[in-house]
């Protein structure tokens, strides 16, 4: 099957992206491409590294236009000299293959839950933004990467998994407070697409790894995610969110409050996702409530984040201490509610 976004483009752009894409991989120090507007070619480049992950030394490209010629001369820009490339390129493939390996047997769902595990546990977000941090190489090869690098890394494996797999982009918000552009996933399980945000994920997984935005429909990323800029295809069924499949999502408040008694009596952690009704204030403080009792009732008491927007709220359980600094105790109060940690799933993307 041809890569998703020169589908989308018209048979005089696929000519172009073929021309770049074989330029590029050939490291080509210039090469020709049929005349166009100097603005497309550039998105164009940008599309082949969004379905070719793993042209990662290419970043940018200058453009020449010769007098009376039909032709634009390319000059792509390469990260590294062209051993050093041939070098990364081995290690990389070496780096995925490994990867792939360990999972090549497991079910679709097996295998986008260890990938998204993989950049959750291993992966630190680069606030330095480094120029490899926004490629494969930075999360694969040094431990770093931001959201380009992480979705991109993230569709490599997937590729090599055999699972089908977009990289999608939005634009920035300086109204919402939201500085640069965001990169994502998304994903086809059996029949089905979903929104696979691992960055947001990372940036959540500070005691134990979060799967807040894991297989979620339109209707659930675009709580907190700006519109797609790029093509992409409708993701309309979040049947397989993770909290879902994994009997943590809630829709009665009793049932929340007898998992909070049975993570606080074990002193573990207590993550789940609330879907009974919109989260209000008023809810959320019924919730914190009978969190606090529970663990009240244990002998603890609770210390309590929520990412709002997604509606899934994280506990954790310790002994009575008056000097912790959030308690629920007189949660009757309903300015107690904004004791609550309030996560920022997108904080690198922030101003």
């Known amino acids: 099957m041809e890569p998703f976004y020169y589908q989308h483009l018209e048979k005089s752009e696929q000519t172009i992206y073929h021309a770049i894409k074989t330029g590029v991989t050939a490291l080509e120090d210039h090469f020709l491409v049929p005349y166009a507007d100097p603005a497309r070619i550039s998105m164009i480049f940008f599309l082949v590294r969004l379905d070719c992950p793993e042209i990662f030394y290419a970043v940018i490209v200058k453009l020449r236009k010769w007098p009376q010629s039909d032709n634009l001369e390319i000059l792509p820009e390469y990260l590294f000299d062209k051993k050093t490339i041939r070098q990364q390129q081995k290690a990389m493939s070496a780096r995925v293959e490994k990867l792939a390996r360990a999972v ?6 097996e295998k986008e839950l260890y990938i998204h595990d993989f950049i959750c546990e291993n992966i630190h977000y680069d606030k330095l933004k480094k120029p490899y941090s926004h490629e494969i190489i930075g999360p694969l090869g040094h431990g770093v990467g931001v959201c380009e690098g992480i979705a991109k890394s993230v569709k490599v494996l ?11 982009i939005s634009e920035a918000n300086p109204k919402k407070k939201i500085k640069y552009r965001h990169a ?18 990372l940036s959540l997984s500070k005691t134990l790894t979060r799967h807040d935005y894991f297989n979620l429909s339109d209707d659930a990323i675009f709580r907190d995610h700006e519109p797609i800029m790029t093509e992409h295809v409708p993701c309309t069924d979040g049947s397989h969110f993770y909290y879902l499949e994994k009997k943590l999502s809630f829709t ?3 049932e929340v409050k007898k998992r909070a008694a049975q993570a606080a009596k074990k002193k573990k952690p207590f993550l789940f996702h609330w879907r009974g009704g919109y989260l209000t204030r008023e809810i959320l403080k019924e919730l914190l409530i009978g969190i606090e009792e529970a663990a009240k009732e244990k002998g603890k ?12 709220i994280y506990a954790e359980f ?34």
Request: aromatic share 8%; charged share 25%.
């Open 318 to 351: 310790e002994d009575m201490d008056e000097a912790v600094a959030v308690s629920m105790q007189n949660a009757e109060n309903l300015d107690d509610v904004d004791n609550v940690e309030i996560e920022q799933a997108n904080e690198g993307e922030l101003l």
């Open 252 to 254: 009665k408040q009793e």
């Open 301 to 312: 008491q609770a210390k309590v984040s929520l990412n709002w927007m997604q509606a899934v």
């Open 104 to 109: 090549s047997t497991k079910t679709e769902l």
């Open 184 to 201: 994502w996933n998304i994903v086809k399980i059996g029949k089905t697409y979903y929104h696979l945000d691992a960055t947001f994920d």
């Open 158 to 168: 997937c590729d090599a998994l055999g699972i089908w797999c977009i990289i999608v």
